[in-house]
């Protein structure tokens, strides 16, 4: 994913935690929110309740790339800030199913 296409500044975060709509997946919890924005913007964090800071970086990572491959997989997506919480089950379950509820969160915006 590149630069542009994180969910970087606080206050944008804050905006999507206060108005986004809420979506829960095994893996993680996202909150989405529509926005005026070309881009899909996509804010990953792992709380420490996910394990050590080892663990935590790496579900950080596994669900950045499967949402990564779901908003350049040819999907027609754009004005979406997504911030995503991954939850212990990012660790363990298999890459396609990340990758796969990953597509599901942003197909469902689409609509």
Same mark, same amino acid.
């Given at each position: ?10 206050? %944008?975060?804050?905006?999507?935690? $206060?108005? /986004?709509?809420?979506?829960? $997946? %095994? ?14 913007? *996509? #804010? ?5 309740? *996910? /394990?050590?800071? *080892? ?25 979406? %800030? ?7 089950? #990012? ?9 796969d509820e990953a597509a599901t969160v942003l197909d469902g915006e689409r609509r």
């Amino acid at each position: 994913m590149v630069r542009a296409a994180r969910l970087r500044r606080s206050v %944008d975060i804050e905006l999507v935690r $206060k108005e /986004g709509r809420s979506v829960r $997946k %095994d893996t993680f919890n996202a909150r989405v929110r529509r926005t005026n924005e070309p881009d899909v913007r *996509v #804010a990953v964090v792992a709380p420490r309740s *996910v /394990g050590s800071a *080892v663990a935590r970086n790496r579900a950080r990572r596994r669900v950045r790339e499967a949402f990564r491959i779901a908003t350049t997989s040819g999907r027609p997506t754009s004005g979406l %800030d997504i911030v995503v919480s991954a939850r212990r089950e #990012a660790l363990v379950a298999p890459f396609p199913q990340l990758r796969d509820e990953a597509a599901t969160v942003l197909d469902g915006e689409r609509r």
